[in-house]
Nanobody
Framework: QVQLVESGGGLVQPGGSLRLSCAAS????????MGWYRQSPGKERELVAR???????NYTDSVKGRFTISRDNAKNTMYLEMNSLKPEDTAVYYC?????????????WGQGTQVTVSS
């Protein structure tokens, strides 16, 4: 019943910026981790950024200082602000939510949004 809907992808020139959004169709209980992954042709899906329930953030080295992950619990939405974009950032970006309770473990994926960095 819960769907993650992504938006904000598109074509941008090197050095430009994009802001991706991931909105849940309804509130998700006991969220532990929210994150953004990306995958480009011929490469494995990689974790780009994550934010935990206590607001701890982590980034892969290639995006540190350029990308920022955040969330707005009131809107059931998380974001990925991408600055100083490089051609190697080109990929399909997926949002992910992990919810864990004492009796259940649930993961949710967005449908993916294309980000293309090119002149």
């Amino acid at each position: 019943q819960v769907q993650l809907v992504e938006s904000g992808g598109g074509l941008v020139q090197p050095g430009g910026s994009l802001r991706l959004s991931c909105a849940a169709s309804r509130s998700i209980e006991s969220v532990k981790i929210m994150g953004w992954y990306r995958q480009s042709p011929g490469k494995e899906r990689e974790l780009v950024a994550r934010i935990t329930s206590d607001s701890t953030t982590n980034y892969t080295d290639s995006v540190k200082g350029r990308f920022t992950i955040s969330r707005d619990n009131a809107k059931n939405t998380m974001y990925l602000e991408m600055n100083s974009l490089k051609p190697e950032d080109t990929a399909v970006y997926y949002c992910y939510v992990l919810a864990v309770t004492t009796t259940t473990i649930r993961g949710y994926w967005g449908q993916g949004t294309q980000v293309t960095v090119s002149s």
